[in-house]
């Protein structure tokens, strides 16, 4: 088979906004895949020079169908395809996938024979055997130690000796037959993936000197490097160069260059050896295979704390080894076979194989999450995994618990810059070396003073050398003017259609019930503009008996007409800007006016706000008709949407993409509500909070008494934005250790420099991932560190740093990449890579680069970890959802081939994946499906007095649903309550207050609130899955006869739909071309 696809998402090069990469850095080719960066056309990811030219569909849109077999120029890594990469898997002409039926409640491809008995199979107590024992042999018994992986088969006439304790597992080469060791200590067990043979008895294993080692060493041979890859990748165009900054953009410190010293860890608490050697000391034990089911997170080390303390990194990862005893995530499950594939619960993320006393202060998943949690040594190496390395952060998330320094001397390295944290080593009491760039140096004075403790001498325990989250108050340097005040200008369309929506009053009220919510000080002001086919400004200057209305008509040259009172402080003012939000929808409420004049509204806006900064919250309910940015409609609602031709998802205009980048250089974020049952070309609209560091909204069919559950969740919605935190002037720097760089980011920023967004706002609902290469090997190192740094002005006038920190351990075989691949983080990743695809070649070239993410994937893990190759579609169990997940993401609304679906809809789609925090993202993907007739306190969460039931996630499949029962969808952004046909009685009387089925109302939106147990434990389920999320999701109790069963059923995503197979076909797909 190809291999190929992801290419870029491993390495990249050349140019930047600010100039060409420092960091050329080697990738695999692809001939089709999801790693070259995107245009910056859209979503606003920094790439490379020149976008790969979109080429032929190799996929159908069916089930998929042959091809000519003929690699596309349309690669993800927009060069010619150099080997050993993600590719498409092209089918060769002629040949059509079998179709193969699914059997009712099993995977089992071989039917019993009629007549025959099968034997009964299972694992011997000491290992994981994956093939039956031979009939009638019985094998001699073997002990199972649990520290060891014996991948090949015993040899016969071989009596084994004791084993020793290795220090770490995988090997691959069997003993010489007639060749007897001497004796050694009994190792604690053994993981034997292969069966043992009548008459054979085990020989001892050669201890090798890394974990998981697929090669034991040879006597008097020195092993020998990966070598670097050497082909460079290039594709895309430069990210647009934005105006200078104006104000604090000191930023969180440039990259600098300066003498390091050699990456060894220098004053080591004990040597290696001794640790390795009596820290690890196997205890005998007997293995037992876990059952199918049960999916516990790897175990961590016990480790000796070192006498410096946590910030002691060196010592402690010394002795770091990833022999965990029961090593789950590389279990290998039979796709085929295995059904229950769900945990019962969330999808935990895999913990980093590091000591006890780094893991427990290392940065929260939650916050700083990456695909893969063991880094490879080399590209090359990577290369061979085929999984993509990324990063996902929400760095603005709000914390219940944030240690907050005052510090006048922040201290930093003084070569690269990064912030002191716990990973950091102490040299001595007087110095320190940098995590990153190894420089040793001096800890000033005040640092030796712990403020916690109110001690002196212990740096090491220090509140930032013990948290891998903190924020600091910044001092004068980091600021380049006053830190600006909040300011905050609301932009609203009072077209007939605006009006008509009722969206007005809506807005109007939530402002007056918020205004002292605000998030701000005194020193907060506010400014109003209302928009049709001419502009209207509103003079709130304090002394006024009512606000005046200023109207300027001619929107070819926008201009102010009192640029001293629109903007008024609110505190000052409050009574002027009431009485305006009273008035406002009586105001317009008679208007014939059709047109709308959105883009000099937003000039105007832009002037306004330009010489403070601020925030812009723009409300458009159609497309923008007269003056600069006017578009015309683009969409054909009868053509449907294959795959090669999803049209117009690129900008009709750049007009806003280059406001935006004006907006930014001036600290001015433009937030975008779409409001709207018409087309409005959101592909154009969103580059102004796309590059603006801000945020879209869609309301699709919005209208106040048609739809009553949109305006609820414009409601909720709404006061969230109005009432959360927010940071002005905002700077990210996101930093890696040396020989690691980043070349591809995504969310909504501007790309200043090479590793530097600027965000004019940012807000703790905004998520954003970044893609990494490897470009110098790593094979000195034993951790790597990632560390993100948000400079901000906080509502309240302070400069502040928030400073995330993560540390992973650096590995060197391909097993212990995939035993630390993280699937759901994976999964977002080539998400956002999808986009980019979608946008720069084709919506078909992107189903088809996921498509072959899965294939490589599993194929590398079966050609490169697997010894003895078996039939089915085997899998590590840490990526046994990833072809689901897959799946998941073709029948998305971004991704899918459907005639129904519309194109704001999938533009707006394609905005959440891109920036949506990772455990949002994940509910849009693949949504929870849990039986809820059945509701009880057994295993319920007590949280603040409430008890909340935790029902057991189903597969999303129609073999699920009963009619005797009722099932809850949380779909991230929608809740469907599914009542089946004989549902109990009880519960439609007890819950929804009805006395039959029948009776349930085709359109109903709430549930009662009764006085039942019943009611109670469903209510609490959905307000605890609603506080758990930033938006509001909206309720739909569904029944046959709904008018929205079609839209529950298409979250169904295991079983056949119109723009993909079922989970069946999709793994014998995937299972056929992994096999060619």
Not at 274 to 293: D, E, F, I, N, V
Not at 609 to 632: D, E, H
Request: net charge neutral; proline share 13%; hydrophobic share 35%.
């Amino acid at each position: 088979m190809s291999s190929g696809g992801f290419a870029a998402q491993n390495g990249a090069g050349g140019s930047y906004t600010n100039g060409p990469s420092q960091n050329p850095v080697g990738v695999y080719s692809s001939n089709q895949g999801l790693m070259a960066p995107p245009l910056t056309g859209f979503m606003n990811s920094l790439t490379t020079k020149a976008p790969p030219p979109a080429g032929p569909n190799t996929y159908s849109t069916g089930r998929y169908q042959p091809s000519p077999v003929a690699p596309p120029p349309s690669s993800w890594s927009g060069v010619a395809p150099p080997p050993n990469s993600y590719s498409l898997h092209h089918q060769h002409p002629g040949v059509t996938p079998p179709p193969v039926a699914p059997p009712p409640s099993s995977y089992s491809q071989h039917p019993l024979q009629p007549g025959v008995t099968p034997p009964p199979v299972g694992p011997p107590p000491s290992s994981y055997s994956q093939h039956p024992p031979q009939p009638g042999v019985t094998p001699p018994p073997v002990a199972a130690p649990p520290s060891r992986y014996s991948q090949h088969p015993q040899q016969p006439g071989v009596t084994p000796p004791p084993v020793g304790p290795p220090p770490s597992s995988y090997s691959q080469h069997p003993p010489q037959p007639g060749v007897t060791p001497p004796p050694v200590a009994p190792p604690p067990s053994t993981y034997s993936q292969h069966p043992q043979l009548p008459g054979v008895t085990p020989t001892p294993l050669a201890p090798p000197t890394s974990s998981y080692s697929q090669h034991p060493p040879q006597p008097g041979v020195t092993p020998t490097p990966l070598a670097p890859p050497t082909s460079s990748w290039s594709g895309g165009t430069p990210a647009p160069v934005a105006p200078p900054p104006v104000g604090n953009h000191t930023g969180p410190g440039p990259s600098s260059t300066g003498t390091r010293t050699p990456p060894v860890f220098q004053n080591t608490m004990q040597p290696p050896t001794a640790l390795q050697h009596g820290l690890y000391q196997a205890q005998p034990a007997q293995m037992t295979r876990p059952a199918a089911s049960s999916y516990p997170s790897p175990q961590l080390y016990t480790q000796v704390q070192p006498a410096g303390g946590a910030a002691q990194l060196s010592p402690s990862l010394a002795a770091m080894s990833l022999q965990s005893q029961t090593p789950e995530a590389l279990r290998v499950v039979n796709l085929l076979q295995e059904r229950n594939l769900l945990p019962p619960g969330a999808v935990t993320p895999p913990t980093p194989c590091l000591p006890q006393d780094l893991q427990k202060i290392n940065c929260s998943p939650e916050v700083f999450r990456c695909t893969l949690t063991s880094i490879p040594q080399t590209q090359a190496l990577l290369n061979k995994a085929k999984l993509p390395l990324g990063l996902l952060l929400h760095p603005f998330k709000d914390l219940s618990q944030l240690p907050v320094v005052t510090s006048s001397n922040i201290v930093r390295c003084r070569s690269c810059r990064t912030y002191i944290n716990p990973f950091v080593t102490f040299v001595d009491a007087r110095r320190w070396k940098c995590n990153l760039c190894h420089r040793v140096n001096d800890v000033p004075e005040e640092f030796m003073y712990n403020p916690v403790s109110r001690s002196y001498g212990a740096p090491h325990k220090r509140p930032e050398v013990q948290n891998a989250t903190i924020e600091f108050i910044a001092p004068s340097e980091y600021m380049l003017r006053p830190p600006q005040p909040a300011v905050y200008l609301f932009v609203l369309d009072v077209s007939h259609n605006a009006v008509e929506t009722g969206y007005l009053d809506v807005v109007c009220q939530s402002l007056l019930e918020n205004l002292d919510s605000l998030p701000g000080d005194s020193r907060t002001k506010i400014g109003f503009i209302t928009f049709d086919s001419t502009i209207h400004f509103y003079n709130l200057q304090e002394g006024l008996s009512q606000p005046q209305m200023l109207v300027v008509s001619d929107i070819d040259d926008v201009f102010l007409p009192t640029p001293d009172s629109l903007l008024v402080n609110l505190s000052e003012c409050k009574e002027l800007v009431q009485d305006l939000l009273t008035g406002l929808p009586q105001m317009f409420s008679r208007t014939m006016e059709t047109q709308s004049g959105l883009g000099p509204a937003l000039q105007a806006g832009f002037k306004l706000l330009s010489p403070t900064g601020g925030r812009i919250s723009v409300f458009q309910t159609q497309l923008p008709t007269v003056g600069i940015g006017a578009l015309k409609p683009r969409e054909d609602p009868g053509q449907k949407a294959h795959a090669k031709e999803v049209q117009h998802l690129n900008p009709a205009t750049d007009f806003y993409k280059k406001l935006a980048l004006d907006c930014s250089g001036h600290h001015v974020a433009v937030d975008l509500f779409l409001l709207s049952a018409q087309y409005c070309d959101l592909s154009s609209l969103g580059c102004i909070s796309r590059y603006s560091a801000g945020s879209v909204y869609y309301y699709p069919s919005y209208h106040r008494k048609h739809s009553p559950a949109q305006t609820e969740r414009f409601q909720r919605d709404l006061k969230r934005y109005l009432t959360r935190k927010i940071g002005f002037e905002a700077v990210m720097r996101i930093r890696c250790t040396k020989g690691l760089s980043i070349h591809t980011f995504h969310g909504n920023f501007f790309v200043r420099s090479t590793d530097l967004l600027s965000l004019a706002n940012v807000n703790p609902d905004a998520g954003f991932a970044v893609q990494m290469s490897i470009e110098e090997n790593l094979l000195d190192l034993q951790a790597v560190s990632f560390q993100a740094a948000l400079l901000y002005t906080s509502s309240k006038g302070e400069r502040r740093i928030r400073v995330h920190t993560l540390c992973l351990p650096v590995v060197n075989s391909l097993s212990d990449i995939f035993a630390g691949a993280d699937v759901q983080a994976i999964t977002a990743l080539l998400a956002s890579m999808a986009v980019d695809r979608s946008v720069t070649a084709s919506l078909g070239d992107a189903r088809d680069a996921l498509i072959n993410a899965a294939i490589d994937s599993l194929s590398s893990f079966r050609s490169s970890v697997l010894s003895v190759q078996q039939p089915g579609l085997l899998a590590p169990a840490c990526l046994r959802l990833l072809p689901l997940y897959i799946l998941a993401l073709l029948k998305h609304r971004a991704f899918r081939t459907s005639a129904s679906t519309r194109l704001d809809e999938r533009v707006f789609s394609m905005f959440q994946l891109k920036s949506q925090p990772l455990p949002f993202l994940m509910l849009m993907v693949h949504p929870g499906l849990y039986r809820v007739d059945q509701l009880s306190d057994e295993g319920a969460l007590n949280i603040s007095e409430r008890t909340i039931p935790q029902p057991r996630a189903l597969q999303l499949s129609v073999e699920k649903l009963s009619r005797d029962a009722a099932f809850l969808m949380d779909c991230g952004t929608v809740l469907y309550l599914w009542i089946g046909r004989n549902c109990n009685p009880v519960f439609l009387t007890q819950v929804l207050g009805v006395e039959s089925y029948a009776a349930v109302p085709l359109n109903m939106d709430q549930l009662p609130e009764l006085d039942t147990a019943e009611s109670s434990r469903l209510r609490a389920l959905i307000d605890w899955l609603r506080e758990r999320r930033p938006f509001h999701p909206v309720l739909h109790v569904i029944r046959d006869e709904s008018p929205r069963k079609a839209e529950f059923l298409q979250y169904l995503i295991e079983d056949l739909s119109e723009s993909a197979l079922s989970y069946y076909e999709f793994l014998l797909h995937l299972q056929q071309q992994i096999s060619k």
